[in-house]
């Protein structure tokens, strides 16, 4: 088994766990309740039913958002204690909204009320065991954050500290410094010049780049700023380097030239977007699993080989990943490819054929609806991909990119996009697919996401596909 199985197996274990404690604290906040207060609920069964449902499909989503969008890494455990409860009274209230929008009149406000509290104090204990495991779990090399770090002699004890302090995850790529002390006392670290970085990114895994010199040189971190900018990396600026302490380090994201995440730069609405994302993408895996059986049958007795087909594509900051389709063509298609390269109708690094002869019969149908994306609800889930996104790049279309189009990687890649949704979106170029990608992710706003969704589904309903 491959680390990043072991590491999504280990992540999927986990989300059980919670689904479990989430499921069981129910019955048991259904029974303190009547305990102190003497309520007696009428025994209504789909109500009860559905309410659980619900809190462990919200759960999960929270559990997802705080796993793979915020872990921890330097932070204090009462940060962390702040951050969950903050949730859990996220879920109490969103629990309550789903008792009164589905009119669930055997849940009692009480039960909600004692559920909250008994969630907070449940999982927290069970957050705070995972994160100690899961300091060990980065100690043994895995989850590791990628970063470059800008500095000069006086970064030495910083560098230390990220050194010292594996448990963090944080794996040094490189040094960028004009310090021949410091790359003496570091001889184990590749070091740059600062005219290397554009290099750099374009030829490794680079998460984040952190300026920790002393002095501040605000033309070379407007740079910096620029050029990460580009990608959609992290920068980070680390100030008074010698004064850090192991216990109050925290690194934090400094804004004094701009703010460069690897979100857009509205972080609340951002989560939510994660939340809902995950959250919608669950619920339609559990209603649609009858749909996935049908299409699964029906793509086998069409033609022979697997139901689905799995390629490896490339997601946020060059990471790869293998995304989940309903098989739309022949077995052998990737080895036929090459063949029809000269008739291919796109422009750019990407390979579109309205009448590509490798697609089935059923494949047909499955591209013109869009019903052939639906397994990657599942890279949602797991943490690969977004609903609304850029659409995930083959890796040899990435070699292609010209610099400024490598922007289309700073987010996670999408199920769908603002392409997906054009009417005869194989006639747009590929310029102005990357145009539209770039635009939609410096101007990212949540109703856009909403507006896009509803295109999308209204896209199938029509089937505006090729």
Known sequence: MTKLKKDRLVKTISTFIEAGIVFLLIPISKFLSIKLGGYNPDPIFIQWAIFALMAVILWASFSS??????????????????????????????????????????VPPSVIAIYTVLLFFTISAYRIFSFKMLKQYRRDGR????????????????????????EWGFQIKGL?????????????????????????????????????????????????????????????????????????????????????????????NYVLKTILETFVSIFAVTILFPLFVIVGTVIKI??????????????LRGRKFQVFKFRTMKVNAESELN????????????????????????????RKTGLDELPQLLNVIIGDMSLIGP????????????????????????????????????????????DMDIK?????????????FFKTIKTFFVAGGH
């Open 339 to 366: 063949s029809l390269m000269g008739r291919n109708e796109a422009s750019g690094p990407v390979f579109k054929m309205v009448d590509d002869p490798r697609i089935t019969r059923a494949g047909k149908f499955l």
């Open 391 to 434: 659409r995930p790049p083959l890796e040899k279309e990435v070699e292609l990119y010209e610099r400024y189009q490598l922007k289309r990687l700073s987010v996670k890649p999408g199920i769908t996009c603002t392409w997906q949704v054009v009417p005869n979106r194989h006639d747009v170029s590929f310029e102005k697919w990357v």
């Open 302 to 315: 069409d033609s022979k080989g697997p139901a689905f087909f799995m390629q490896e594509r490339i997601g």
């Open 176 to 268: 960028v410094t004009d310090s021949k002390k410091l790359a003496y006392i570091h001889e184990n670290f590749r070091i740059y010049k600062r005219e290397d970085i554009q290099k750099i990114l374009d030829n490794n895994v680079i998460d984040e780049i952190i300026y920790a010199k002393k002095n501040i040189d605000v033309k070379y971190l407007k740079e910096l700023a620029n050029i990460c900018d580009e990608t959609g990396i992290i920068l980070r600026h680390q100030t008074a380097i010698s004064l850090l302490e192991p216990a109050k380090f925290e690194l934090r994201i400094v804004s004094p030239v701009s703010p460069l995440l690897d979100t857009p730069s509205n972080k609340w």
């Open 143 to 166: 989850n590791l954050h990628n970063v470059l770090i800008v500095c000069d002699y006086f970064s030495d004890g910083f560098l230390k500290q990220l050194i010292a302090h594996k």
């Open 440 to 452: 939609y992710i410096n101007n990212w706003q949540f109703k856009d996401d909403t507006k896009l």
């Open 65 to 106: 958002v705080l796993n793979l969008a915020t872990v921890p890494r330097t932070r204090k455990y009462r940060t962390i204690l702040m951050q969950y409860a903050k949730m859990a009274m996220g879920m109490g209230s969103m629990l309550l909204i789903t008792k009164i929008g589905l009119f669930l009149g055997t």
